[in-house]
């Protein structure tokens, strides 16, 4: 049997499918020229990210399809629903990226708190006329510990950022429409842990009591965060969004910190990516990096060997 990895796979997912004798194909296909490749080439599997689309077109198009793989969470890149319906196996890694997008979460949190994203700008720049103005311009940072984290979406990802924050010695608060309780563990390095409680509120109250935002949510038909949600937070907050593009309305935030209500705001994910409004890229407040949550060499090891283990499972019954 053959298998697509269309955008990619680790070198340890392709040696799991090879073993359990499957042909891989890493060769990266044009999304207006997969039909063709898919048929010619009688693949068995498609294995995609968040760059190739499978639409009910291509399923229709192309009958050898048996399964279709997303490395990742958000499956909003592939008809589900449809292609269930015509028998098709559609899978994904929903646990295996979640650290890594939690601690890119927080990188973009420490770094924001401490202008890392504006100084690492102008230092190359002014660095060596103007130190000792960057250093006055910089001097305003914060600590996140006592700050409150509120996390809008407690899901696997959330719950991720949830330990992150409260060893950080955050207050930890979130909303959720499908969870009322979790129970947070979080671990240390000698085999140790703790466990916390966390009762979801409204997104009214996190709104209203969060210091800082982060969004874990699946892509949505309208905002979770508009202007009206903008009006409702504490002055000064910080958001963050490396969940899906389209939960925040870029418009409204962009608005929000020409105010001052919004003070700190990292993103990961676009409205329109692959390519962000200009101006969220020439924002010196906004912290920027190029949807790369899951995009660390821990995560893409766990989701190839999570991806091979479930086509050999399904594939060869």
């Known amino acids: 049997m053959k298998v697509l990895a269309n955008d990619g796979i680790s070198q340890s997912g392709i040696e799991a499918l090879e073993k359990g004798g499957f042909k891989v194909i890493t060769t990266k296909v044009a999304q207006n020229q997969l039909e063709n490749y898919i048929n010619e080439n009688t693949i068995d599997a498609i294995l995609i990210r968040s760059a190739t689309q499978v639409r009910s077109e291509l399923i229709d198009a192309c009958p050898s399809i048996k399964l279709i793989g997303r490395g990742g969470v958000g499956m909003d890149n592939i008809d589900v629903d449809y292609a269930k319906e015509n028998g098709l196996h559609v899978i994904n890694t929903p646990n295996a990226s979640s650290s890594s997008v939690a601690e890119l979460v927080f990188a973009h949190l420490f770094g924001m708190v401490r202008f ?4 690492n700008r102008e230092m190359p720049l002014e660095g060596d006329s103007r130190f000792k103005d960057l250093k006055k311009d910089f001097a305003h940072g914060v600590e996140l510990r006592g700050k409150t984290l509120g996390i809008i979406g407690l899901g696997r990802i959330g719950a991720e950022v949830a330990k992150i924050g409260l060893g950080v010695g955050m207050n930890v ?3 959720d429409a499908f969870v009322e309780k ?3 563990t979080v671990p240390f390095f000698n085999g140790q842990s703790v466990a916390i409680e966390i009762v979801t ?14 969004m874990h949510v699946p892509k949505q038909e309208e905002y979770i965060i508009a202007q009206e949600q903008f009006d ?13 593009g389209g939960v925040i309305d870029e418009v409204a935030l962009v608005a929000a910190i020409d105010t001052g209500k919004v003070r700190y705001a990292g993103l990961d994910v676009f409205e329109s ?4 409004e200009i101006q969220l890229l020439m924002n010196p407040d906004i912290s920027l990096t190029p949807h790369i949550g899951a995009a660390t060499a821990e995560a ?3 989701i190839g060997k999570e991806l091979a283990q479930q ?7």
Do not use: W, Y
């Open 116 to 119: 890392l994203h504006q100084a």
């Open 173 to 175: 608060i979130a909303c």
């Open 182 to 184: 979790a129970t947070i």
């Open 201 to 214: 509120e409204s997104l009214d109250a996190i709104l209203k009591k969060s210091d800082f935002i982060s």
């Open 232 to 244: 409702a937070m504490k002055d000064g907050v910080g958001i963050i969004n490396a969940a899906r």
């Open 273 to 276: 990516e692959p390519t962000p």
């Open 300 to 302: 893409q090891d766990r």
């Open 311 to 317: 086509i050999i499972a399904l594939l060869t019954e």
